[in-house]
């Protein structure tokens, strides 16, 4: 059973962390100052290490994980799982990012922008988690980004666990195709999914779970830490520095798995 730990004080949190809240988009506090612009844009543009067999040169051959992803894409597309609940929608949101990416963040599902443009979090919650891929020392196409679900609910509904259930083998073998060092899923919805729990995000949020994929016979060593942490979305809904300064906090857990030092913090 997973040990349930008192949040860090959110006012410690911004005194230690002052530049990473200040990029999730938080007021700035007093020991954010402007002259430590040029050493986060440097942060920021840091790459992580490529993977073996993975080149990140565009004018390479596709790698064995964009291939992987590929017929995972196409074999959704032909079973089409959404066809059964009835959905209207523009685009299938697959996902994007670097196939081969240490770290992989994963939604619940597409929203109306997603829907138009056929690409995960672009609307406002999208910009506020490209704020907190920043803060981290990276930059969006150093990481992987999808949803559980493919196509967008009507209304933006939360997913069912009957839509969650049809579409995860299809998010299982993307995280497969990537088999990503770390992942951070974003919410509820995702977060029980991922780790096929039905507790609550109070007691799932900030502690590491697994992810092991249920077909062992294909995939017997996809096994991913999972960093639990709150939707950009319900950030947006509820904008405190409290729940940023959370979230931060889960993101530095990922951030420690990965060695990633993230965004310079200015001296205090």
Wanted: some cysteine.
């Amino acid at each position: 059973m997973a040990t349930v730990r008192k949040p860090a004080d959110p006012a410690a949190l911004v005194r230690q962390n002052a530049l990473g809240v200040a990029l999730m988009g938080i007021e700035a506090v007093p020991a954010f100052t402007r002259s430590a612009a040029p050493e986060v844009a440097a942060a920021a543009a840091r790459k992580l290490p490529p993977v073996e067999g993975c080149p990140d040169a565009v004018d390479y051959p596709p790698s064995p994980q964009s291939k992987a992803l590929e017929a995972v894409r196409q074999r959704y597309l032909a079973d089409a799982p959404h066809n059964a609940f009835g959905y209207s929608f523009t685009n299938l949101v697959f996902g994007e990012g670097d196939p081969c990416a240490k770290l992989m963040f994963i939604g619940e599902a597409p929203g109306a922008d997603e829907d138009r443009t056929g690409r995960p979090f672009v609307g406002r919650a999208g910009a506020l988690l490209n704020n907190m891929i920043k803060a981290m020392g990276l930059r969006r196409q150093d990481v992987y980004i999808a949803n559980v679900l493919k196509v967008r609910p009507p209304n933006n509904a939360t997913p069912t666990h009957e839509e969650r259930a049809a579409s995860a083998p299809y998010l299982f073998d993307q995280i497969a195709a990537i088999r990503p060092q770390v992942i951070v899923t974003l919410g509820l919805p995702a977060t029980q999914v991922v780790l096929g729990s039905d507790q609550s995000m109070g007691r799932l949020r900030s502690i590491w779970g697994e992810f092991r994929h249920p077909d062992t016979k294909r995939h017997p060593d996809v096994i991913v830490p999972v960093m639990p942490t709150y939707h950009p979305a319900y950030l947006l809904r509820a904008y405190t520095a409290e729940n940023r300064n959370m979230v931060w906090a889960d993101l530095k857990k990922a951030m420690d798995k990965l060695g990633l030092k993230g965004a310079a913090t200015p001296a205090q």
